[in-house]
């Protein structure tokens, strides 16, 4: 049997190409973008995560992992205390040597790797421009679909790539040909797409009071989950990883209700 040369990366180089591809300096975030829990210096195996908490640490462990990337990191705005949940989650990383690494907004908005260019890509977007205001930032993306799709068919191509189950507001046209994305919690930007004349709108979670907002407005929206959303991100950074370094990257799939 032929024998497999593991490769061994530093993980300061991988810290640094990230950062850079990410462009984390210049994202205004309250995630902590970056490296947030330092461990070993010496990475065989990526393991790429929506959420860090014990669940994925301990996947990540599990699969020989010296390093976990999630786009929902730890550390949100300051040093929080270093107790209860921080405090098992950081003695778990420090105990076994596992670097931690977070990439929030910069992975919502990046133009190829982010999770909206990712889901984009999933329906071949043309005409893509920037949409979903988060501060000042806009943080997904609309474009035009190829050819015109029922509200059916685009909550079953989600489906069919993303896996979950999705909720439709079915208020709008019957074709659709204008989609605008935006992962995650992103509920509030229907405002956005209805003003901007959006003909189904694509996010993660759903919120009670938008059924009559999406009905009166007649527009169409589908909620792909939170999780189901966010999750093609850090598999194309794993992508990427594993071509610019050759070092071997797993997902590790733990998914939330939400
Ligand atoms: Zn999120």
């Known amino acids: ?7 061994i990366i530093d993980r300061d180089r991988i810290v640094k190409y990230l950062d850079q591809e990410l462009n984390t300096a210049t994202i205004n975030d309250l995630s902590r973008n970056g490296l947030q829990v330092q461990g070993t ?18 996947a990540g462990a599990g699969k020989n992992c010296q390093m976990i ?4 990191g730890m550390i949100w705005g300051g040093l929080p205390y270093i107790t209860k949940s921080i405090y098992r989650q950081i003695k778990f990383l420090f105990d076994r040597d596992i670097n931690l690494y977070a990439a929030h907004l910069p992975l919502d908005l990046h133009l190829k790797l982010g999770n909206n260019a990712q889901i984009a890509d999933l329906f071949r977007l043309k005409s893509r421009k920037p949409f979903g205001d988060y501060k000042g930032i806009p943080v997904g993306c609309e474009g035009m679909l190829p050819a015109a ?4 068919e685009v909550s079953a191509r989600l489906q069919k790539a993303l896996g979950g189950k999705n909720i439709l507001l079915p208020f709008g046209k019957k074709e659709n040909r204008r989609l605008a994305v935006v992962s995650g919690r992103a509920t509030d930007m229907l405002a956005e797409a209805i003003d901007k004349g959006i003909d189904c709108f694509i996010t993660g979670e759903p919120r009670h009071e938008h059924h009559h907002l999406a009905k009166e407005a007649g527009i169409n929206a589908v909620y792909c989950g939170h999780y189901h959303s966010e999750k093609v991100g850090v598999q194309a950074i794993g992508k990427l990883l ?3 370094f050759g ?12």
């Open 1 to 7: 049997m032929k024998k497999i040369k593991t490769k």
């Open 41 to 58: 210096e010496r990475v065989r195996r990526v393991g790429l995560a929506v959420d860090a908490c014990l669940d994925a640490y301990e």
């Open 69 to 72: 990337i999630a786009h929902h």
């Open 149 to 152: 799709m029922k509200i059916e």
């Open 242 to 244: 594993e071509k610019k």
């Open 247 to 258: 070092i071997e990257c797993v997902f590790l799939d733990i998914p939330t209700i939400m």
